[in-house]
């Protein structure tokens, strides 16, 4: 299962540009199927990325395309073997989802521990 933060529930929505703070998910499975989730994380004060990861792994979700992820959220991502790639700059989910489908996209491989601020 592969999810990915979108702005809205259309049948071609717009790439959300935050990762933990996405009020929304389009969950897509193996055949291509699309579900949209809430995330109540965004109302989070804090640990919205970590609160997310759990969110999709409780959903089953191996395959996580996003912006930057911050290093909370991805050190939780490691050990639940969810695989993290980047989006870069496609603004929308058909053009994402074509990229992956043909292997353009780029995974991010770093071990990231926590420390810094970077958002989530």
Do not use: H
Not at 42 to 50: K, R
Not at 79 to 93: A, C, E, S
């Amino acid at each position: 299962m592969i999810g990915i933060p979108v702005k809205d529930k259309s049948d071609n929505p717009l790439l959300e540009e935050r990762f933990g703070r996405s009020a929304i998910f389009c969950l897509i499975d193996g055949e291509g199927n699309r579900t949209f989730i809430d995330n109540d994380a965004p109302n989070s004060s804090s640990g919205a990325g970590v609160k997310t990861v759990q969110m999709l792994a409780d959903r089953d979700v191996d395959v996580v395309i996003a912006p930057e992820v911050g290093p909370k959220a991805t050190a939780a991502m490691e050990p639940l073997g969810i695989r993290v790639f980047n989006m870069g700059t496609v603004q929308n989910l058909n053009e994402l989802m074509t990229l992956y489908n043909e292997n353009k996209l780029t995974e991010r491989k770093d071990s990231a521990a926590p420390g810094g601020l970077r958002r989530a």
